[in-house]
């Protein structure tokens, strides 16, 4: 046995009763009551890096919650690793369905329950007691670290945001560490190597200069929504195809491995994914496999549309103007700004000829793939393969995890996402959970990834 | 000069002072406090009946505000018509844009000034007092009158229509006569003979069981929007053809004489339309003339789309649910309930195969159309022409008058809509006037119409 897990071994009962003490402080970020307990929850985890023996270790004020911000460089000639997690966590009504009291830690076969154990508390408390266990065996951690945590996860980000594009310099890192994830079951092991982009779009038509009477004007009468409905028609066809221009012409081929993954589908991630719909199969481009559809597919959906009446009852308008807010979720290859320039354009070659369009830029925001054979990911990849006993699977994400995508736009570093949570851990419900096992493996895949990095 | 001709030249300041009287009355039906108004406006219209002469004239009692009822049935062997016109009136705010107080009829360049000098008192007074001259000047009428007036015209004219529906023998006539509609010019008379009905519906449309975000799932959704787009897009085309497969079937071709009217358009109502609405040109079935494509084709509009997200900046949901509310106005020869039932097959075959549809019938309404060449409508025809050196013109409108369709289905008489309102009445609007000459000729016209019935 290692004389670090040896360590571990010895101090595991302690490891758990350090996160219940963080999780008793019902740190909920996006209620003012609890801004006291959020700053304690800040105190707290400082109090932790200091305990490991950061040479710094500290709150930083923002306009909002504190973040904490740590940093050990004494590993000259090794990598810098930007570890990210975060501290607050979300409400906890409807308080009546938690079995026991949600701030307080309660262990009930094998998984303690509380609100924060997995989400995010749990998972930065086994990365604190990686580097721990680390520090106490060596004398000194592998590679050189840095330490972000924010308070305002679950409350929009805002902070982090900010002070990550004005600390470029002071973040700046070879590796970013993401431990905010979870796995599609508890013997399989995986990392998130992609995430799409975002483009949110507004289309306003115009018709007449004012709302019309159908009595009077039906027939003869611009009708927004009707033009919106034929544009939207021409954009996406009812099998998933987006028909813009140029949008498939940088989208890049998957690999042969990723293909033959999604398309075996061992896991059954599509059969779950139908389930969770309750539906009787998938929507969209059928020839793809929905992995891959979610994964490394644009898709475009309608999210609302506005103009005319939707009241009770019957009122016979036809509105001068229509909106209809409509979203592009987008590969890496595939940029925000690129592609909205391509919608605007093939959603004004789409209208009716009667009606004007104006198409706005509501937001955006870039996907971002990290190459699996980039040294922080293969040593992430060993690490879980030596704990879990086989090889990881990789997995991309359909959506946004916008402090990946700004990691990876400022910081221009690889992005690890490695996350121990599990499906059934009733994340932001009632009876939040972390499994026990998961917290001791994933303290052991940390200290082992930090060890390969090194 | 003949004996009615005058009687009504020695009488017409006093029918003018009868009308001044009554338009006083600030009979608001909308606003409760105008509650005892209304009832006053409508013993007025009592008192006018009783000095007219009518054997029966009374207010009957109502849910909301009372009817006006008055006969004279003293013609045998001649056709009995029923009159209608209402004595509430709209609401006058912006009151500050009244160049004179709204219910201060106040006399200027020729036009009477008051809420209601038109819209509809000035009107009904005008057959009173042509219903008054005939009885003086022939100690009879020259056909059997029913008079009805309501109180709530403004209102939703909730009243009438369940009396006209429980008393169907009582109102029995041969003809109805409705003094609440207008010309296009002071030079042109008009009668209006038809009038489209309408199939009020909503589409709803069931995706996944629940709302889904576009992140996890897009790509591998149904999208209710997306569908009713889709589906939208496919009932009407951008040129305005409906593709419900047998709508066109029971569609009559007009007469030659109504085509060719439409076609030269000499009173350039196509233009004035476009004008109204502030466009270049017209949209749909530019084959047509505006005139045909409003009075008699179909017409299918969206009048709102629910579902998803509308308000402000971006959220990235794809609806479980969204519904459209879609109407088609529909020429007398379509009848509503037939046309329900081929727009639901339409709709049903139009939807994706991803999503579910529910179509329902929120309310209908049969057009109208009276043949030009019935008795009344040449009576009328010649009283019009007598009276204006002209002859009318016959126009289609495009909307519903629910009280013409309503006498059109339960009484099944022919009703001449024959009105002498100006389009720069201001109805529904601050400074609503009401011509005098209108006034003068308007009843010179009905007395003749009436002596024509005889």
């Not at 400082?46 to 023996?53: A, S």
């Not at 506005?306 to 979203?327: D, L, M, N, R, Y």
């Not at 009716?352 to 830029?361: A, E, F, Y």
């Not at 793939?369 to 006993?389: C, I, K, R």
Request: glycine share 10%; proline share 7%.
């Amino acid at each position: 046995m290692t004389a670090l897990e040896t360590y571990i071994r010895e101090n595991e009962a302690r490891f758990i009763e350090d996160l219940k003490g963080w999780l008793r402080i019902p740190s909920i970020s996006t209620l003012p009551e609890h801004t006291a307990d959020v700053r304690r929850a800040a105190e707290y985890a400082v109090d932790q890096l200091q305990r490991i023996g950061f040479e710094r270790a500290e709150t930083i004020a923002t306009y909002g919650h504190p973040l904490v911000y740590g940093e050990w460089l004494q590993a000259p000639g090794k990598p810098t690793l930007l570890i990210y997690g975060h501290y607050d966590v979300q409400p906890v009504d409807p308080v009546e369905l938690w079995e026991t009291p949600p701030f307080e830690p309660t262990i009930r076969d094998g998984n303690l329950y509380c609100r924060g154990a997995c989400d995010d508390k749990g998972q930065t408390m086994l990365v604190f007691k990686a580097l721990e266990s680390l520090m106490r065996v060596n004398g000194a951690l592998p590679v050189n670290v840095k330490v972000l945590i924010e308070g305002e996860e679950e409350a929009g980000g805002e902070s982090i945001e900010r002070y990550v594009k004005e600390h470029p310099e002071r973040l700046k890192c070879d590796a970013a560490f993401i431990c905010d994830t979870g796995m599609p079951a508890k013997d399989i092991p995986s990392l998130i190597y992609a995430l799409r982009g975002i483009t949110y779009t507004e289309v306003e038509v115009q018709g007449a200069k004012r709302d019309l009477h159908s009595g009077i004007y039906g027939g003869i009468a611009p009708n927004p929504l009707h033009a919106l409905a034929i544009i939207i028609s021409k954009l996406k066809d009812a099998d998933g195809h987006i028909h813009i221009p140029g949008l498939y012409d940088k989208l890049r081929q998957p690999t042969q491995i990723e293909k033959d993954f999604w398309s075996t589908d061992t896991l059954g991630i599509g059969e779950m994914l139908v389930k969770e719909m309750g539906v009787s199969q998938t929507s969209g481009e059928n020839e793809y496999p929905p992995m891959e559809r979610i994964g490394a597919r644009p898709t475009l959906e309608v999210h609302g549309i506005a103009g005319g009446f939707v009241g009770e009852g019957a009122k016979t308008v036809i509105p001068a103007v229509a909106t209809a807010k409509i979203s592009l979720r987008l590969p890496a290859d595939l940029k925000s700004e690129e592609v909205f320039t391509l919608f605007e354009q093939a959603v004004k070659a789409a209208a009716p000829s009667d009606v004007t369009v104006q198409v706005r830029n509501l937001h955006g925001g870039e996907g971002m793939l990290v190459e699996p054979d980039s040294p922080p990911m293969v040593a992430a990849t060993q690490a879980l393969a030596e704990v879990y006993g086989k090889e990881p699977i990789y997995l991309r994400e359909g959506g946004s995890i916008p402090i990946a995508a700004l990691f990876d736009e400022i910081l221009k570093a690889p992005v690890v996402m490695m996350g121990f949570g599990l499906p059934d851990d009733n994340l932001h419900a009632p009876n939040e959970k972390y499994s026990l096992d998961q917290f001791s493996r994933g303290l052991r895949v940390v200290a082992s990834f930090l060890q390969k990095l090194g």
